[in-house]
């Protein structure tokens, strides 16, 4: 519908116009949004919920992708394009907020706090909290 330059709109036919655009605009993000209501987005997310209520545990990608009946692969695949990051990203960054608040509310080791955290080693839960944080643990503790 092309409108010549001469032609006024009231204020009336201007709302109506802009309703249909958005409209119109609204229904394009849909079509193009990855699928929010679709049954990969709906498993990443419960990969998530499991993520996080199983962090302390001895989590990874294979494990996490025989209880849900998925390939390893499938499961990067679903991070790649729902994620904002990988698998084991997400489950050292939610390692790593646990362990920062029990360094700052409990007197436990270094150690037990790797071990509590889901961490296979103390040296890897310092070298990954260094690389997260900027410090060790015990500096990150006396702050």
């Known amino acids: 519908m092309a409108l010549s330059q001469n032609t006024t709109l009231n204020e009336k036919d201007l709302c109506r116009i802009a309703e ?3 409209t119109v605009a609204l229904d394009q993000l849909k079509k193009d949004s990855p699928g929010n209501t679709s049954k990969a987005f709906a498993s990443y997310h419960k990969i998530c919920d499991h993520i996080y209520s199983n962090f302390q ?3 990874t990608r294979d494990n996490v992708a ?3 009946n998925i390939t390893p692969c499938h499961v990067s695949r679903l991070f790649n394009t729902f994620g904002k990051e990988n698998f084991n990203s997400l489950l050292r960054r939610i390692r790593l907020e646990y362990a920062s608040e029990l360094l700052k509310d ?3 080791t ?3 706090i790797a071990t509590q955290a889901g961490f296979s080693g103390a040296c890897y839960f310092i070298q990954a909290f260094k690389l997260a944080y900027g410090v060790s643990p015990i500096r990150f503790r006396n702050k």
Do not use: A, G, Q
Request: hydrophobic share 45%; proline share 0%; glycine share 0%.
């Open 106 to 108: 409990s007197r436990m």
């Open 20 to 22: 249909y655009l958005i």
């Open 66 to 68: 025989l209880e849900f």
């Open 57 to 59: 545990s001895d989590l």
């Open 110 to 112: 270094v150690k037990e």
